[in-house]
């Protein structure tokens, strides 16, 4: 038998960082109450959250003693239990561990793999090569043809993982993902209905241990069924990637700007003095004594014939006072626009809420991609100048921010849909935006993973209404909405009044009005370290030589 080491089974690690503790190993509240209404005893409820976890990673259960320490350990600390990997011996051979396999299997929607999970497995490759019959087992048998001349297979790159998100390998990306979906296409979308999605990503992992040749040597059903599986993680990996390359780069664009304004003001400091000095000479003039036709006069000689050309220098010093540097992404932007217009073709992004204004916005954006005038109309007039004159609003701006509204509508007054709007500058605004609510998830990539819509992992409200009072009691707070409201602010109000009593300390302060954290005391050396270090330098280097 093959050993797991050979295999695309994931295993468990001898040793974790922390960052890996608390992305794989932290037990949510949901979990956390599920372990306490499914077990009995503080033991119990431990072993249950420890191998539900691994199950997780895994996929498969292991025994206790397998786990490492540091992994039992964390759990106990996230559930704030007083226990120790000691306290599970004897865990293993309960029947409490087998009642509770039974449930993390359900809890995780995986069979065992008994007789049914054979038939399911059995069935799912059998839809997987009936798929499309011929046409589509000849799709994806293609991808295990190796050229002659380049000794390259289009298996190889399907399995490529992505670069850095850069402007050409931005490129190389898309072009990945238009291959990916020719063969997604031909997959019917219930192909894998039914079938957990742990279970998808464990065969697309298998698969991607594979290559050419050895898939090629498998039976065509399970063949076909982990080709399809890569096929359908693969491309969704691809939409996350470039979503992420997306993000990465507008941020990158977005830091430009920041530097540009910063230059800005460098290079005009000279005006700005110049200006300041002016205001200066204004405001003695007036103070002067005097009749106030002398003050006038005074400020005549200050000003004199150079009226009009401070007036323009205070215009343009307000136009890029604060922090206004969106005026200045074009610059950087302008190399990006034909890479970002093509992602736009071949990623759909919709809406998570009724708000559907920003994919609005999109297919606008994409509809006027070949303008190259300074302006794009967004409201269509019908008989104007009559009194059946009406105005179709192409676009709900709603949504743009304050910052924004001035540079693509040429005016301070908000409406919901100007006239027209600046098409360089709202280019750049709405890759921006489009930016922002992928970060907070008001818009998701269709066909992705990380970036999916989040509401498909939402339990159904009648689950909900049936344990959240259970769910409360576990987390002892209230679940009717004013009842939570007025606990969160007795909480907050609570930990006001002890912070403040608190005030001053040794290790915080306040001033002006500023907090100011004081170092932590340097940890001492423990005693035998230094010795131990020297011992291990030596005993290495023995070694060296000895295998020289």
Known sequence: ?????????????????????????????????????????????????????????????????????????????????SLSPRDLIGYDDSGTRRRHL????????????GPPAQKAFLRTMIEAART?????????????????????????????????????????????????????????????AGVPHGKIKQFAAEAKTLDAARMREMLPRKRSTLAAALVLVQSAQALDDLAEMLIKRMLAIH????????????EHQARTDALVTTLRDLVVAYRKEGT???????????????????????????????????????????????????LLSVVTFRATTQDTSMEAALRFLRAAQASRGDWLVTVEISEEGTPEEQRLELLDLSWV??????????????????????????EVCVFSQLMWDLKSGDLYVEGGDHYADYRDQLISWTQYHQEVADYGKLVELPTDGKAFVAHVRAWLEERA?????????????????????????????????????????????????STC
């Open 1 to 81: 038998m093959t050993s797991i080491e050979h295999t695309a089974y994931p295993r468990l690690k001898r040793s974790l960082t922390p960052k890996e503790l608390n992305e794989i190993y932290t037990p949510t509240p949901a979990e956390i109450f599920l372990a306490h209404r499914t077990a009995k005893g503080p033991v119990a409820t431990f072993g249950f959250l420890v191998h539900l976890k691994v199950f997780q990673r895994l996929g498969y259960a292991v025994a206790t003693n397998e786990i490492p320490a540091s992994i039992v350990d964390h759990i106990a600390a996230c559930a704030t239990l």
């Open 401 to 426: 921010p304050d910052v924004w509204w001035k540079l693509i509508s040429g005016t301070s007054r908000r409406v919901r849909c100007p006239d027209r709007v600046q098409r360089r500058h709202f």
């Open 292 to 342: 106030a036709e002398e003050r006038f006069a005074a400020i005549e000689g200050v000003i004199g014939e150079q009226s009009e050309e401070v007036l323009k220098q205070c215009e343009e010093h307000l136009a890029y006072a604060g922090n206004t540097y969106q005026q200045f992404l074009w610059p950087s932007y302008k190399s990006h626009r034909a890479m970002l217009f093509r």
């Open 497 to 545: 009044r002890q912070t403040d009593a608190t005030f001053p300390n040794e290790d915080v302060r306040i001033e002006k009005g500023e907090p100011i954290i004081r170092p932590l005391d340097k940890k001492p050396v423990p005693e035998g370290l230094t010795g131990c270090r020297r011992s291990t330098r030596a005993a290495s280097s023995r070694s060296t030589f």
């Open 102 to 113: 039974l449930l993390i299997r359900e809890a995780l929607s995986i069979q065992p793999y």
């Open 132 to 192: 499309k019959a011929e046409e589509t087992r000849a799709a994806l048998d293609a991808l295990f043809e190796v050229s002659p001349t380049t000794f390259w297979s289009a298996w190889q790159d399907l399995k490529r993982d992505p670069a850095s998100p850069t402007l050409t390998h931005m490129k190389l990306l898309i072009a990945h993902l238009v291959s990916i979906s020719e063969q997604r296409k031909r997959l019917p979308p219930d192909l894998f």
């Open 255 to 266: 830091q430009k700007g920041k530097e540009a304004l910063q230059q800005y003001h460098l």
